[in-house]
Each structure stands twice: as structure tokens, then as C-alpha cells.
């Protein structure tokens, strides 16, 4: 007995393909025509994408949540050997430090300090300061020059209440001396002798 071949009618893929084109068309036409339009209103999620602005009463100023800080900078000013500062309040720019803007707006006014020295960084543990600044900052002062740093420096951290002392650290290094000022450890901003005369 012969066997019989059975002629195939077709190649299955493209079975399978005109069976996925027609079941996408048909979700295509119900997405198109068919229900979603029904959906009750209160059924429907508002698009997540889409922004929708509140009504003008319930608006909030984002200005208005943003809070600004300000604080008073400090200009030394020498009438022969009497040291008195001036100062002047002004508003910290948004994103800085406001003890290091302060200090920083100091250690320029000073005229004192070599132009490239400025603090970096600042950390307060138990209420003494912990600024970093650059290496032109650790420089020789005279008398006169390092009475107006360290009085000027005192007056200006003297109006953070977090700060009682100060220690400063060039990349990682304690600075030792300030002049004739010993500062391996931290030095009182408050008290006899830091006060600044304005």
C-alpha cells in the first residue's frame, strides 16, 4: 500500500500573521470606536502627563515659599591705631552658605587677606566652627593686619548662634598660627578682645 503525501495548503507564519494583523486592527477599532468614550466621567483618571493649572485663588507664590536669608557683612575701617567696622545687611544668594558668603564677603573687605583666599567649606560641632580655605589664607600678618582678620572673622561668626569658636583647616591640615595668634585649637569668637567696634 502507497503511502499518500498530503500537500500542505499554506506557509503557517503567514497564518499566523494575517490572525495578529486582524486582532490589531480589531483593538484598534474598539480603542477608536468603542467603549472608552463610555466610561462614566467619574470612572476616568485624568491623564498623568497633562498639567493642569489650579484655579488663581488656590495658586501658590513659589516665591513666597522660598525663604530668604540675610545677614550683616562687615567692612574693616582704621582711623590710625582705632579699628572700628561698618555693616550692612544683605540678602545671602540662594544655594550659598550664609557663614561662608559672610565670611567670605569679610576676608575681601579686609584688603587684608591675599585676594585668592576665601572659605570653602564649613562644619559646626558642639558650636565650633570647622572652615576650610585655601592655602592663601595661611599667610604671615602683622600686628595691625591680624588684629583687624581675627576681629573682623570673630564679628562676623559672632551672629551665628550655632558658633561659639572657630578652627580653621587648609586641605585637611589645622592652621596652626595666625600671626602671633596660636590656632591649633579652636579659637572663642566671643568675649574680651573679639568684639568689633562699629
Known amino acids: 500500500m502507497a503511502s499518500k503525501k498530503s500537500k500542505k495548503s499554506g506557509n503557517p507564519m503567514i497564518g499566523l500573521m494575517a490572525v495578529g494583523i486582524l486582532g490589531l486592527g480589531a483593538l484598534a477599532a474598539y480603542v477608536k470606536f468603542g467603549g472608552a468614550d463610555k466610561v462614566p466621567q467619574e470612572l476616568r483618571r485624568e491623564r ?3 498639567k493642569i493649572d489650579p484655579p488663581a485663588d488656590q495658586k501658590k507664590d513659589t516665591e513666597t515659599t522660598t525663604e530668604k536669608v540675610s545677614v550683616d557683612l562687615f567692612t574693616p575701617n582704621r582711623d590710625g591705631e582705632t579699628l572700628k567696622f561698618s555693616k550692612h545687611h544683605s540678602d545671602v544668594p ?14 575681601k573687605a579686609s584688603k587684608v587677606a591675599d585676594p585668592k583666599a576665601k572659605a570653602v567649606g564649613i562644619q559646626v560641632k558642639d558650636k565650633v566652627a570647622l572652615i576650610d580655605v585655601t592655602p592663601q589664607f595661611d599667610q604671615t600678618y602683622g600686628t595691625f593686619d591680624e588684629e583687624t582678620m581675627l576681629k573682623g572673622i570673630a564679628a562676623t561668626l559672632a551672629q551665628f548662634k ?4 572657630v578652627q580653621f583647616f587648609v586641605e ?3 592652621v596652626e598660627t595666625f600671626g602671633n595668634v596660636d590656632l591649633t585649637e579652636p579659637l572663642p569668637i566671643r568675649g574680651e578682645g573679639t568684639e568689633a567696634g562699629t
Request: charged share 30%; proline share 0%; aromatic share 8%.
Open 48 to 50: 498623568s502627563l497633562q
Open 94 to 107: 540662594q544655594g550659598e552658605d550664609a557663614r561662608i558668603f559672610a565670611l567670605n564677603h569679610f576676608l
Open 162 to 165: 550655632e558658633i561659639d569658636k
Open 172 to 174: 585637611g591640615k589645622v
